[in-house]
């Protein structure tokens, strides 16, 4: 199995937007569902968004349904998650990785890209 490199974080003011990209290292990207987690302070991690191997399928957990958007481009290996109207709650370390990930406890996680929304 490949690894996933997280980037695009940093610090955005409430209401302002990021841009996430994942890379994938292995092969064949386009032959899994992938998604976007998170682990904010204090708290487990996470699943935020999810999308079929084609993209033709997402699912947003509720409390970013509306405001982020998943996406994947299978040339490049690369999944995005575009962030929108950010609020404080939405600080945490994001993740990606494959759907599923966190219910497998042989899961390996990267890095991860640090984002937090000031108020």
């Known amino acids: 199995q490949g690894q996933f490199e997280e980037s695009g974080g940093g610090l955005v003011q409430s209401g302002g937007s990021l841009r996430l990209s994942c890379v994938y290292s292995?092969?064949?990207?386009?032959?899994?569902?992938v998604g976007w987690y998170r682990q904010g302070p204090g708290k487990q991690r996470e699943s935020v968004a999810t999308i079929t191997s084609r993209g033709a399928s997402t699912t947003y957990a509720d409390s970013v349904k509306g405001r982020f958007t998943i996406s994947r481009d299978n040339a490049r290996s690369t999944l995005y998650l575009q962030m929108d109207n950010l609020k404080p709650e939405d600080t945490a370390v994001y993740y990606c990785?494959?759907?599923?990930?966190?219910?497998?406890?042989?899961?390996?996680w990267g890095q991860g890209t640090q984002v937090t929304v000031s108020s």
């Open positions: 990785n494959m759907r599923g990930a966190l219910s497998n406890p042989t899961t390996s």
């Open positions: 292995g092969s064949i990207f386009s032959l899994y569902a």
